[in-house]
């Protein structure tokens, strides 16, 4: 047999096609800004195409709390179903593990290859990796769930924590995130711990509700999706118009936290509807086979946008920024699934996970959890 190099097997299964549909919009819109802000640091002028940069800064106020939203709604399964110390083996496994293999493939790749690349790297950087994830590109996330995941498993099952002192803890550590943040003190990983905590119990609250079948009709309404979408556009537009106010992407989410928080769960809500839509519709199937694969994509995009851009820029002398944008977008989706897929055939599933999978090898389930 040859090799599937697009995995559509996943469609197939029981899966929670909602769950894979937003993952799928998550994953697209962290892509966007990752490539954009590459495209900008080549000194291209971005500046001039202003409705790019706008859409980047859009985008950033709610792609990430999605992803922690997401897993906080499985927590309460996965600890139905396995006990704490495995749980934490099998975060370390998916999570923690392919966060070392793929930071230091990149950042030996970034040093090796330092007169092609706009990475400015030092033998010292693989410190970050420990300390200061945020300053290796992408991968900060990996990191931060996992750590994020086992602080809230230990305080639910060892402190007892109840959800709503979960939620009270996780509201004093994302204010205290905002505060560092405004006075300039770099916490390294510890911050992305305090900033994302009371997304991860915000999942966790809403888990019974989201997860009822009963429900699903009403998520996946146009009632639904119309009373949203007033909220959506006013929060993305004040988040948009303050920042380019200030001349500051990050300005909303540090000095007006409340505010951002509010601004960033609307977004979250808006698109799990959509979500909820595109399942109800059976519409957009790639989009689920996106999803199904974001960790994956998620751990070699920037190397795979990286190398397309160097080739379109210095091969072909691409330098039109959209045109770059698009292309190595589709190629940051494409490619990994692809590597992916080969690697699962040729049985070098080591690259994303400790744990071999099951069945015949081929492919590892990405956990809802």
Not at 14 to 36: E, K, P, Q
Not at 266 to 287: E, K, P, T, V
Not at 335 to 351: C, E, K, S
Request: charged letters at 15%.
């Amino acid at each position: 047999m040859g090799i599937k190099l697009i995995n559509t097997d996943m469609l197939k299964n029981n899966r929670l096609a909602w769950v894979d549909y937003t993952r799928g919009i998550a994953i697209i819109l962290v892509l966007y800004r990752h490539i954009f802000e590459g495209i900008s640091r080549t000194g291209l002028p971005t500046a001039e195409y202003s409705y790019l940069e706008h859409a980047n800064i859009i985008f950033y106020s709610f792609r990430m709390p999605l992803f922690f939203i997401l897993s906080g709604i499985f927590i309460g399964k996965s600890l139905a179903k396995r006990p704490v110390g495995k749980l934490i083996a099998n975060k370390f496994s998916i999570l923690l593990y392919p966060y070392f293999v793929w930071s230091i493939l990149q950042v030996t790749l970034q040093l090796v290859l330092s007169k092609y690349v706009n990475a400015d790297r030092h033998a010292a950087d693989y410190a970050y990796i420990l300390f200061f994830p945020r300053r290796i590109d992408q991968f900060w996330y990996l990191y931060a769930l996992f750590n994020v995941t086992v602080l809230y498993m230990l305080t639910r099952e060892k402190l007892k924590l109840g959800i709503w002192q979960q939620l009270l803890l996780g509201a004093g550590m994302y204010l205290v995130s905002s505060y560092v943040t405004q006075k300039s003190i770099d916490l390294g990983f510890v911050y992305d711990i305090l900033h994302y905590y009371i997304f991860f119990a915000l999942g966790d609250l809403l888990s019974a509700r989201i997860l009822d079948q009963g429900n699903f009709s009403r998520f996946a309404s146009w009632k639904t999706f119309l009373l949203l979408l007033p909220v959506f556009v006013a929060g993305q537009f004040y988040f948009l118009t303050k920042n380019l106010e200030v001349n500051d992407n990050l300005y909303v989410e540090a000095w007006q936290p409340v505010l951002f928080a509010v601004i960033a769960v609307s977004g979250c809500a808006f698109m799990a509807c959509i979500a909820f839509l595109l399942q109800r519709y059976n519409a957009l199937r790639m989009l689920r086979v996106v999803g199904f694969h974001s960790l994956y994509i998620y751990v070699s995009h920037v190397l795979v946008a990286s190398a397309v851009r160097l080739v379109l820029m210095k091969g072909l002398g691409v330098t039109n920024v959209p045109v770059l944008l698009v292309i190595c977008l589709a190629a940051a989706i494409i490619i990994p699934i692809m590597i992916y897929n080969i690697a699962m055939h040729y049985g070098a599933w080591w690259l994303y996970s400790l744990e071999k999978p099951a069945g015949n090898g081929k492919t590892l389930a990405v956990q809802n959890a």
